[in-house]
């Protein structure tokens, strides 16, 4: 198939395009930037924007730097631009590790990062860090910029607390201390499939026992979050498989699974467990484990 027609604006500038966006997202107007995730729902007209506003020329979206302790990123900024780390210490590492399960690489060569969070997958693994990490998303319009946070930006399945005429123009994600442990997990049934269960756990050791865990979850629910009840079984705890096991189960226990016609409920709760499990061996393999 192909898309419906369309009306096509290239704006030069970013104030160019949030006026671009004000007067048209009445007529169904949409912000186009990497293109990975939209252009193959219009291929199949699951969506008919009858406007696009390219934003691939607006050079002020290009960021990738470190301000004021925050990795900030442009919605220009590819996955690709996360192969080798963005920011020094472990969340460049974090981010390189991750953006690797993001399908394929001429996916991720056009794709962008604030692009992902925008569309809100739930199988989206740069909208699952988002979630863990809680990030950061500076929505921009005619009115200004609005900075809401991860834990309030998704809503829901392709839900998200963007408004119609905003446009989301730079992702934060606050800087991790070199102390910081991390591990994910995912699980699709092919490499470059959509995820069906991921985990990102990230982690201190404090005189050996854990602080200040974070375990966010994408794939099971509607929206990525984290899990409060599986970090309070870690926080002060000594990492142990036990210990590990017990986090897994209560954030297992936890879901609201989604379901469809090749993955019931039990399935995704079980995944999840496994998935939270390997994550968190991942980050903090107990002394004589491998990772």
């Known amino acids: 198939m192909k898309p419906a027609p369309f009306a096509y604006h290239r704006p030069a500038s970013l104030d160019h395009a949030v006026r671009l966006l004000a007067e048209l997202a009445p007529q169904d107007g949409r912000v186009l930037a990497g293109g990975q995730s939209l252009v193959p729902m219009m291929a199949f007209r699951l969506a008919r924007p009858a406007h696009l506003i390219d934003i691939t020329t607006v050079a002020a979206l290009d960021e990738l730097a470190v301000r004021n302790g925050k990795l900030c990123i442009g919605a220009r900024v590819r996955h690709a631009d996360f192969h080798r780390p963005a920011a020094e210490g472990p969340l460049g590492v974090l981010l390189s590790s991750v953006v690797r399960h993001i399908a394929h690489y001429p996916i991720r060569s056009r794709g962008t990062f604030c692009g992902s969070l925008a569309h809100a997958d739930p199988a989206a693994e740069w909208c699952a860090v988002a979630a863990t990490l809680d990030a950061e998303l500076v929505a921009v319009s005619t009115g200004g910029e609005r900075i809401i946070a991860a834990r309030d930006f998704f809503r829901g399945a392709m839900e998200t607390a963007l408004g119609p005429e905003e446009l989301l123009g730079e992702a934060r994600l606050p800087l991790l201390s070199n102390d910081t442990c ?36 994408g794939g099971v629910e509607a929206a990525p979050r984290r899990v409060a009840v599986a970090e309070e079984i870690l926080q002060g705890e000594v990492p142990s498989p036990e210990v590990f096991q017990a986090a897994a189960a209560a954030a297992a226990a936890a879901i609201e699974p989604l379901e469809d016609p090749q993955t019931d409920a039990q399935y995704r709760r079980e995944l999840t467990h496994a998935m939270v499990y390997r994550a968190l061996m991942r980050a903090c393999p107990p002394r004589g484990t491998q990772r």
């Open 182 to 217: 991390f591990g994910f997990a995912e699980f699709s049934r092919r490499a470059g499939d959509y995820a069906l269960a991921m985990a990102l756990a990230v982690l201190h050791l404090e005189d050996g026992v854990i602080a200040a865990p974070r375990i966010g979850i």
